[in-house]
């Protein structure tokens, strides 16, 4: 191996990536819906359901003046 390390740090940078990818997915809109007393479960993204309860939800928050303040 010429660079000792180097296979440590391409490690890292795939930790790092992995990370941020977890992260932006978090923030991702995600329809979550519990139907009577079931579990509850995540609607696809191209789902009708899921882009109508979206939508209404995005109407909501703008009648109210948009989203709250962070912190």
């Known amino acids: 191996m010429k660079y000792p ?3 440590r740090l391409g490690g ?5 990536a992995a990370a941020l990818r977890r992260r932006r997915d978090l923030r991702r809109p995600r329809v979550r819906v ?10 696809e993204d191209d789902a009708p359901d899921a882009q ?10 703008a009648d109210q003046g948009g989203p709250a303040p962070s912190g």
């Open 5 to 7: 390390g180097i296979g």
């Open 12 to 16: 890292y940078a795939e930790e790092v």
């Open 34 to 43: 519990r139907i009577d007393h079931a579990e509850p479960r995540v609607l």
């Open 52 to 61: 109508r309860l979206l939508g209404i939800a995005r109407d909501l928050v």
